[in-house]
Structure formats: structure tokens, C-alpha cells
């Protein structure tokens, strides 16, 4: 983690920045309305510019470094003319004082990886752009009831097969299980996912779990508790009903449509492996409903909660 003390004019003021997000999306609502119900002690830098979100009563700053201790303010980031999504430009501000110690934490809201790809940028979306700042950013997602980390993310389904390698599984575990006894102080149990329909049915419904899955847990098994490999279609109640359980799921949406099927209102993503620490609403920009009022608050206020309480 970054020192503060070293960039930070008052160490003792932890400070999350707040992204806004895809302007025509439903991040600046979803974050007002968190910020009426927040009441957190770290500092919270909501970032973007302040046509897109009328900060209203919250001080407008052109410089982190004025933030107060346990305020809530707004950076003031100025547009930039052919330089890309604008919602871009936000993270990548809030990236920039993560790694100066200047914030401790980034939530960011949803962006559109279409309008990111179509206005030139080489990433679809966070966690590509992520990848630049560390080896290999794992996508964990985070809830009071249900805990899932994603082998594999944003990827055509058909390319998941070719990425199921021993080592590879083995190399994410680990990254996983060290950076969630960092972040949360504790041991985890580990139930691993079936890739085929009843986990294979012994070999007779694809081999994969025989001979790559099950070879790969035998191997961690002496390092982190593992519950075993379970079908794919009952991993997910059993984890629920294991306390500190995490599912390692194999492809998106395999591990998210349970996820936010049970978990979508208190879900929160949380990305493991980067520099700092990086929480976000487990929604997308939600552009149908963008601009009506109606937006649910639950996750990016969730998103915010578990940043700060990962601030230690």
C-alpha cells in the first residue's frame, strides 16, 4: 500500500475518491444519494467535473490536497479536448493520487466500455485499464452473504477452455488467498466450481475438472482451505451457507449471475492485486433509467462502506 505520510499533508486523513462515472449513465445519481446517506470518518473526493454533478453544498477543490479531514468535497477535473471518454479521464485522475498517496482508496461508478473503445482508448473498461498498473488484477466480488473471485472475465465463453491451465489456477489462487488475508485480516475456504454440467460426471460430460481442476486443487490444498470441487449448479448454496466461503468460478457469468441474482443490491466489486484499494457498485451505467430519479444507491453505498472499511 501507498505511505500517505510521505504525499499526504495530514497522514491521519484517509481519503476515498469517487468517481462519477459514465455522465449519461446513473453514477452521479447513485453517488448523491449515497452521499446523503454516508456518514463515513475517511475524507471522500468525489472526482469528475461539476457540469456533470452540481456538487451543491460540497466545496469545490482544483487540488487534492485541500481536502479536509472527514470532508466530502468535489475535484474539479478540467476537460481536455480530444483526450478520450470523459469518464475516463476521472479514473485516471483518481488512479494518479492513488499512487502519489494522495487518496487511499478509488470507487469508481460505471462507465460504458463501448463509449471507452469508440472514443479510442485500448481498454473495455476498469479493470483492462487496471491490468497497466499491476501483473494481473483479479475481479472479486464482495457481499455480506456470498463472496465469488472470476478466473476469467471479460472474454468470449469460448475462450475460457483454452485459459484452464494447472499453473495458471494455481498462480490465481494464491494471488486471491494472499490478497483477501491482507485486505480483510482472515482465512478463507475456498469452493471451487465445476466447469461442465455435474462437474463432468466423471469424465463422461467433458474432462476438464479430471484432468486440470482437480489436479490444480490437489496441488493448493496443503496451502489454503479448500472445501473440494462442487457442480457448478450447487457450488453457490453451499458457499452460502459456509461462513468466510469464496467460490472460484471459471468464466463472468458463471460466478456473476448467481452473485447478482442474490447480492445485487449490497454486492460491491472489489479489486484485488492493485496498489490501493478499489471498490465499485456491482450495476452497470443502467442508461434506460439515467436521468429518472429511480436509481438504486444500495451498491455504490455498499462500495463506499467497504473501502473504508478496508482503510486500516
Excluded at 64 to 79: K, M, P, Q, S, W
Excluded at 286 to 312: C, H, T, Y
Amino acid at each position: 500500500m501507498p505511505n500517505p505520510s510521505a504525499k499526504n499533508p495530514d497522514p491521519a486523513n484517509r481519503v476515498i475518491a469517487v468517481t462519477l462515472g459514465d455522465p449519461q449513465g446513473i453514477g452521479p445519481e447513485v453517488i448523491a444519494k449515497s452521499l446523503a446517506l454516508a456518514a463515513p470518518s475517511a475524507s471522500l473526493l468525489v472526482v469528475g467535473s461539476s457540469r456533470h454533478f452540481p456538487p451543491g453544498g460540497l466545496r469545490l477543490l482544483h487540488d487534492a490536497c485541500e481536502i479536509h479531514r472527514g470532508e466530502t468535497a468535489f475535484l474539479e477535473v478540467a476537460d481536455e479536448t480530444g483526450a478520450g471518454d470523459p469518464s475516463f479521464r476521472w479514473v485516471r485522475t483518481a488512479v494518479d493520487l492513488a499512487r502519489k498517496g494522495k487518496v487511499q482508496a478509488v470507487v469508481t461508478a460505471p462507465v460504458s466500455k463501448d463509449k471507452w473503445l469508440a472514443s479510442g482508448l485500448p481498454y473495455r473498461g476498469h479493470t483492462d485499464y487496471f491490468a497497466t498498473l499491476a501483473p494481473a488484477p483479479a475481479m472479486f466480488f464482495w457481499s455480506p452473504g456470498l463472496k465469488v473471485a472470476l478466473f476469467t472475465h471479460h472474454i468470449p465463453l469460448r475462450d475460457v477452455f483454452a485459459r484452464l491451465e494447472r499453473g495458471a489456477i494455481k498462480v490465481f489462487v494464491r494471488q486471491v488467498a494472499g490478497e483477501l488475508q491482507r485486505l480483510f485480516g482472515q482465512e478463507f475456504t475456498y469452493f471451487f466450481s465445476g466447469l461442465n454440467p455435474h462437474a463432468g460426471e466423471s469424465g463422461r460430460l467433458g474432462r476438464e475438472e479430471i484432468e486440470v481442476l482437480l489436479p490444480a486443487i490437489g496441488d493448493l490444498r496443503d496451502e489454503i482451505r479448500v472445501a473440494g470441487l462442487f457442480p457448478p449448479d450447487v457450488v453457490f448454496s453451499k458457499a452460502r451457507s459456509v461462513k468466510g466461503a469464496v467460490v472460484i468460478a471459471w468464466s463472468h457469468d458463471q460466478g456473476l449471475i448467481p452473485f447478482k441474482l442474490l447480492h445485487g443490491g449490497d454486492g460491491v466489486q472489489l479489486t484485488l492485486g492493485l496498489p490501493f484499494i478499489r471498490t465499485s457498485p456491482v450495476h452497470g451505467t443502467a442508461f434506460d433509467i439515467a436521468g429518472k430519479g429511480i436509481a438504486d444507491p444500495s451498491s455504490m453505498l455498499a462500495a463506499i462502506r467497504l473501502a473504508e472499511s478496508l482503510l486500516r
